[in-house]
């Protein structure tokens, strides 16, 4: 859980934290000395002589015995020089020397020369000086001059290592910080990965982050978005905003770009600007003291968010309480001012990249989104000049076979009613006169239909009412020999009218053969069942591509002619190749003027399949013939085209691991020479969904 914070200053959340100072060394101050001088140890027989009180000057003379000398060496304060004057009587009961040098520590030997010897085996660059038993005060106070410069000089050598290595680990974890912001994209785990260290390397106690966002009506305002707090580990954290103004500390640093450093937030400088909102301690319970509120400036030098630090400790992981605040809390020094400063800034210039990222994606699905749907427009642009072009061609023989079925309906409908009348005579007088009359009338009803007779029958008809049957039979009698020989003299036989239809029924098949052929031609265009990579008649697909554009060409007096020369099958993606040609013909019959020509001719070159496609149109200039290929590049007027073909055209090549190229004619117009090696790379591997991408320009 995470815990809230004062409207406008104060700390949050919880985070574990390591065990690095403010700059992330060992933060926990040092005990206070009770003496900054150098420490003499000596024995308590010297320490009351003549000699031992002419070195007091030289720094803190403490007598000790020969058991309390390592002891007292061991556990002086960390850094402070310290010198043994070494005699006879700090040497054991055994002989020995009770002691391991710590630190900055040095020895002058006062022992005798037959010690002198052991003394530099065993504590070699430490003995410092050998003197006589009873020296001088002067030679002593040099000899203790002299070890004191060197133990400074180890001291300063360890605390330049110390340092060091120090300065080494922070590098290294400033390399793995520059890492981690580089590559986190989520903007709430960047936020609070970079709190958590902001808040490691000044052994804060707590900290939160505003973001500077707008509100409805353009204003800046601050979002608290982040807290952290390790004294109060389990408040909810609310998010809330306050306008970006200088009257609270987030506002004022957002406002001037400026970082803010106060060792104590109750008592603020009377002419600051800014104040300490003190709520969130009142409901909490916490103790707010030292703060450091950091501007997080992009690379733009613009303030996109603040980040507070409250309550630099003596260590991370000290326990901070009310009692003990002021033995517990230090004030933000200089070197964490510098370095969460450059935190602050990389976190901005991380959260503008990242913001800047999530543009770059959502920009690049519209653009891919754009791209297809400029691409199917495309498609669907050729698609409407092969609908065109299609029905023109299948309208002919689909006008022709129409009217011959209707022709060839009509005529064996006059042949039935014929048939009908001739076997009503044929069957003679014989038989129930009511059951003729009825069959007659039936023959009637059909005859009526008949635009030539139809009148007739209608009358027949209607004179049939007022007669007798006898007299029924003979006017029907009369009347049916009369049409069946008016209807002979008129059309013929009734075997010469079914040869006539036979020939219409027969011109029916051709315009329908003709229309197959168109369609199969269409299919065989589109290779709707062959969108793999395989072998395929190119001149076929050539042909039916022709074909198809045939009827634009003949409306723009445009003459198409080829010579198509491929032995065998190559391999290729049939549909694809096809969309290539169809682009470069219509293209070049849109260039080329009434009476002028468009040519397609294939060749097997060496190791390439070439397709040439030549006209003798207007030609493309010096300044277009460069990007022909670009997508969206068009000369074409606004409204015909996108743009696309020639780039669609190119990929499409390109998957096929040829090449395309155009060429000015020497008379007039250009040559478009595409190229396809016979025996591609693996063609086994070309999958379908790899030669989509070959459609995306």
Known sequence: MVN???ADDAASTTTSGGTTGPTGSAADPSPRPESSSPLLLCSVAFAGSVTGAACRSAGELRPVGPRELGTAVATRRPGRAC???????????????????????????????????????????????????????AALLVAIRTALRDAAA???LLSLEAERRRLAGEITKLNRIGIALSTE???????NFILTTARDFTCSDAGSLYIVEKDASGNRRLRFNNSQNDSLPHLELVKFTIPVSKATLAGYVAVTGEPVNIPDAYLLDPKAEYSFNPAFDQRTGYRTRSMLVLPMKNQDDQVIGVLQLI???????ATLTAADIDNVVLPYDDAALELTLSLASQTAISLTNNQLYEGLKDSLVELKQTQAQLVQGEKLASLGQLTAGVAHEINNPLAFSRNNTH???????????RLAVQRWLEAGVGGDPQARVAAARAILDKLKEDKDIGPDAKDVIADLGSMPAPKQLELLKMFFSYVSQSREQKEGSIDEVLARTQKVLEECFIGLDRMAEIVLGLRNFARLDEAQFQNADIDEGIRQTLMILSNNARDKGVKLTSDLTLTRPYACFPAKLNQVVLNLVNNAIDATPRGGEVHVDTRVNGVWVEIAVRDNGEGISDANISKIFDPFFTTKPVGKGTGLGLSISYRIVMEHQGTIAVTRNETAGVTFLIRIPTEPKDPGTRTEGAAKAAESP
């Open 407 to 417: 022709l060839a309906h009509e005529r064996v409908l006059k042949v039935a009613r």
């Open 185 to 191: 994209r989520d903007q709430e785990r960047l936020l």
């Open 83 to 137: 010198v043994v004057l070494l005699d006879e009587h700090l040497l054991c009961d055994d002989g020995r020397v009770e002691l391991q040098p710590v630190g900055p520590t040095r020895l002058i030997s006062l022992l005798p020369g037959s010690e002198v010897e052991v003394l530099q085996q065993r504590f070699g660059d430490a003995l410092s000086a050998i003197l006589s038993p009873e020296p001088g005060a």
């Open 311 to 317: 309550n630099r400790k003596i260590s991370r992981t």
């Open 4 to 6: 809230t914070v004062q």
């Open 154 to 156: 180890d001291d300063r």
